[in-house]
């Protein structure tokens, strides 16, 4: 290899290694965060978009919807001041239905009298007691879980096997967690576009871990007495099985379908429910709660908590209570989404990127355009190929691994830019300079193989056996004396062009 193109061909491969060693770093440090947006919204597309017809076997909703606060508002006015005896009254008819677990998405953390009542409140020792009813029913009773949040959130940068913190905890009240089986947090993790795609399975509140409601709920389903066997950065084991999660307890909801709620829009949603006011009435189909797990949780318009998800529609949000349903419905199925490891992604990088650098310099620019956009629509088929595949997971106990389509995608089209613009910028620049020097003194022929490559220039000459063509011209003396030195030059270009150029011919 001639030393202007190992020059170009080393520059080139430092380059794209560059470009790599740049799109590494952010990924590894969460840089980038544009990139992270738009690989967000590609898996949605790829894994949720035309997910449909999947049901929830094990979780049901109890949701306090419209129809229940149009049932309760004209004799006890606003949800918030609703009495408690009407959740003691639902209790007990799930747990007389045969609900298995009973988790509510609501936070008891304050009694349910106002301050002139003397304590303990009526309404929270009926609560109480219905939850020691349902506990003692036969065959293990109901589990009861309550809801417990955490407020502040600490600041986000977190170390690698560091759990999402909060700095304070605000628990339901003493005369009802006294009461129930267990307590988990409630809160879901929101990316920057307003989206739930990840669930913290367990949060750190106040330096003690706490399990999230989903999590604590699977656990309780069955039966075992602690939710998490062991722990670790990226790994978190569940029944026995791994569950995949980041750095930081982060677990991909594999949710199951469209928000439920949309019922008249797109048919029975994945996961049925039972209304709150038709339970506390006791006219419910029982056979919907029984041996199930009961998720209790406000969605009615202005009082429920909801966020966008991958399986949103037409902009219609997916309450909390459900997605709280839909993690341990997938926790229970084992039916799991794995984000692609970081090292692995980082290879990918650095070996699309490298072969950008390597092919790149010995192909025309035309050509090595069209070979490498060939490899990246490859990629992308690739992608959505192994994206079809996500489609039955939650129809069996799988890990499935979601790739990480934007960073090396990115990373490829950005080493191809730079390789592409250093050669039509730096190689057009020196290609200009040798013309600038040469042109005064070569033919036009000879100027077009010194361009395709310049390292022929060398100051001992090339070996070759050639005939050679002694011209005179005639008075040449004479005329020279009368002529400015540049107009003799050009005058001797111009008369050994024609000569050479005849001769030839």
């Not at 809801?147 to 913190?165: F, H, M, Q, R």
């Not at 605000?170 to 990840?198: M, N, Q, T």
């Amino acid at each position: 290899m001639a030393a202007r193109a190992r020059k170009r061909f080393i520059i080139c491969v430092l380059l794209g290694l560059g470009i790599g060693g740049v799109f590494s770093l952010a990924l590894n440090f969460g840089y980038f965060s544009p990139l992270n947006n738009i690989q967000n919204l590609v898996t949605d597309a790829i894994l949720f978009r035309s997910r449909d017809g999947l049901t929830a076997d094990k979780v049901v909703m109890m949701p306090i919807d419209e129809a229940s606060v149009s049932a309760f508002k004209e004799q006890y006015g606003r949800v918030f001041s609703w009495p408690r005896t009407l959740h003691a009254q639902a209790l007990k008819n799930l747990a007389d239905a045969g609900a298995r677990v009973v988790v509510y998405d609501i936070l008891f953390d304050a009694p349910g009298c106002p301050a002139t009542v003397p304590r303990p409140c009526p309404e929270d020792k009926t609560f109480a007691d219905a939850m020691d009813y349902a506990r003692q029913k036969p065959g293990g009773g109901v589990q009861i879980i309550l809801a417990t949040v955490g407020s502040p959130p600490e600041p986000a940068a977190l170390l690698p096997g560091e759990n999402i913190k909060y700095q304070d905890t605000i628990p339901p009240i003493a005369e009802l967690s006294e009461h129930a089986s267990a307590l988990g947090h409630v809160h879901p993790y929101v990316d920057s576009d307003g989206s739930v795609r990840r669930m913290p399975l367990v949060a750190t509140m106040k330096g003690v871990d706490v399990n999230g409601l989903p999590l604590q709920a699977a656990a309780s389903y069955l039966r075992r007495p602690k939710a998490v066997d062991q722990s670790g950065p990226g790994y978190l084991y569940f029944a026995g099985r791994p569950v995949p999660v980041d750095n930081h307890g982060l677990a991909i909801v594999n949710f199951l379908g469209k928000p439920s709620h949309l019922t008249k829009e797109i048919g029975p949603g994945p996961v049925a429910s039972v209304s709150f006011a038709d339970v506390v009435k006791g006219s419910f189909d029982r056979d919907k709660v029984k041996d199930k797990i009961v998720f209790v949780g406000l969605t009615a318009i202005g009082f429920a908590d909801d966020y966008f998800a991958p399986t949103s529609v037409s902009g219609a949000k997916m309450t909390g209570v459900e997605i709280h349903a839909q993690t341990a419905e997938m926790l229970l199925r084992s039916a799991y989404l794995a984000p692609q490891t970081t090292q692995s992604t980082i290879a990918i990088i650095l070996g699309l990127t490298l072969m950008a650098g390597v092919v790149l310099p010995f192909f025309p620019p035309v050509l090595g355009s069209i070979g490498i956009l060939f490899v990246f629509f490859l990629y992308i088929v690739a992608n959505i190929w192994h994206g079809t595949e996500a489609e039955g997971v939650m129809g069996r106990a799988e890990t499935f691994t979601v790739w990480n389509n934007v960073f090396p995608g990115a990373a490829l089209l950005t080493a191809y830019l730079g390789v592409i613009l250093y050669r039509v910028v730096f190689e057009q620049a020196e290609a200009r300079a040798t013309r600038g020097v040469m042109g005064k003194y070569l033919s036009p022929a000879v100027m077009t193989e010194v361009l395709k490559d310049p390292d022929h220039l060398e100051l001992g000459g090339v070996k070759r056996d050639m005939t050679v063509l002694f011209s005179d011209i005639r008075g040449f003396t004479s005329v020279s004396e009368k002529m400015d030195p540049q107009d003799l030059v050009a005058f001797l270009n111009e008369f050994l062009t024609e000569m050479t150029n005849i001769v030839y011919v």
